[in-house]
């Protein structure tokens, strides 16, 4: 992949840049899932990024290209993406709106999967009824 100011970038597979996604959009950085404005914003617990076998190699992977930073402390290790990881997410947002920013999923259109959106949908039913029962967070 050729970088963004003409230096070279290392080549991303689909299984890396849908971790990617997946890390710069977890609900557990401190966005809550919102659109990230710099790495620093990407920070997440490792454990809810890595669900399968699979997904520890492209995290490892990520890790050895130098596009995420791990930081271990056995159940409480965090990973976020690097400045070079942030470019390259970045670019993908802009090049492939076809997946759901949240899983990475190949969507036809919208920014989220069926099921990524029912999991939002019912989120925020949650904090709507909270509210209503006089719940602040």
Known sequence: MNGLNGTTQPNVTELEAAMLRKIARSEYTTL????????DETSTWADCIVDSNADKGVLSSLIQKELVNHYPDGKDSTCQLSELGFKIYKALVIDNLDHCLECGAVI??????????????????????????????
């Open 32 to 39: 809550n899932g919102g659109e990230p404005t710099n790495a």
């Open 108 to 137: 036809e259109n919208g920014e989220f999967c069926s099921d990524c959106q029912r999991k939002f949908d019912r989120h925020d039913d949650m904090m709507a009824d909270a509210a209503w029962l006089g719940h602040t967070f």
